[in-house]
């Protein structure tokens, strides 16, 4: 009777922590304008426009959501690797890399949709320290020795919210300002203040993870048998431990992006889709 009530309990919990958080409206498959492979880089913070590259990360298309206008930012060599997107959509963040014999280089470019011009912000970088991501008031990249770097107010500091021996990944600010959201590699997904403290675990299985609101988490379970990608599912999680499976892990869905009310991703076989969500 015992073991049976437990169930009962277990079963429950179970339901409860799978709630629907987000409800899917629609899906749409979203054509590569090369025509071939594509991957979805970017969504504008709006969900008006979609940043789009091929199969190599070389150059970075622009799909207008509302006129489904296409146009060609660049065509850079690993422009579609970390792009990132300002919070007011207005320019965006690219690199284009060259290789002097063994040696990357790194031009780190902005465009300006106002103006459509580019501009330089550094050149002949080395190394592979992410662009950063975040708010008016601070910023957060990983660098090339996989730590958490926070730029606040002027200050560069290193971060270790789970200790100097980790590595750390895919960090990002939530829309308020005040969290860090970050993966471990071989650990899960967690969030930290902007101090590196009151670090609380998100998921397990939650790579690529990206802020679709203040509590709110949308990302990637991948599967693979040490060689290549079996399974991958879009999943959501909250961080009072609520989760869900937005996309099926059979659709080899992989690299959410997201905006209020829109989810776009990739798949493994390099078709492109998005979802409309409430």
């Known amino acids: ?11 429950l919990v179970s339901m409860i922590a799978q709630a629907q958080i987000l409800e899917t409206v629609s899906m749409q498959q979203i054509a590569s304008p090369k025509g071939e492979q594509g991957k979805v880089v970017g969504i504008s913070p709006k969900g008006d426009y979609l940043l789009v590259t091929d ?17 060609t930012i660049c065509d850079a060599e690993g422009a579609g690797w970390d792009v990132k997107i300002s919070p007011n959509g207005k320019t ?30 550094a050149k002949s970088q080395s190394g592979t320290e992410f662009l950063v991501d975040g708010t008016a008031n601070a910023t957060v ?15 560069r500091v290193v971060l270790a919210p789970n200790g100097n021996d980790q590595a750390y990944n895919w960090p990002s600010i939530s829309p308020d300002g005040s969290k860090i959201l970050y993966y471990v590699s071989g650990r ?23 802020w679709y609101d203040n509590n709110t988490i949308v ?7 040490g060689k290549f990608l079996t399974a991958s599912a879009i999943v959501v999680y909250t961080l009072d431990g609520k989760n869900q499976i937005l996309v099926a892990k059979d659709m080899m869905a992989i690299y959410p992006h997201v905006a209020d009310g829109k989810v776009a991703f990739s798949t493994a076989g390099g078709e492109m889709y998005l979802m409309e969500v409430k």
């Open 219 to 225: 990302g990637m379970a991948d599967e693979d048998d």
């Open 188 to 210: 899960g997904c967690f969030v930290c203040d902007l101090k590196g403290e009151n670090v609380r675990k998100v998921a397990n299985h939650c790579r690529a993870p990206k």
């Open 141 to 155: 990249s990983v660098n090339e020795d996989l730590q958490l770097v926070l730029n606040r107010n002027g200050k």
């Open 1 to 11: 009777m015992k073991k049976t009530i437990l169930l009962v309990i277990l079963a």
């Open 55 to 71: 199969a190599n990360d070389q150059g970075i298309q622009c799909i207008d959501l509302v006129t489904k206008e296409v146009t």
């Open 92 to 121: 965006i963040t690219y690199r284009s890399i060259r290789y002097e014999g063994l040696i990357n280089k790194q031009d780190i470019l902005q465009y300006n949709f106002e103006d459509k011009k580019v501009s330089m912000m």
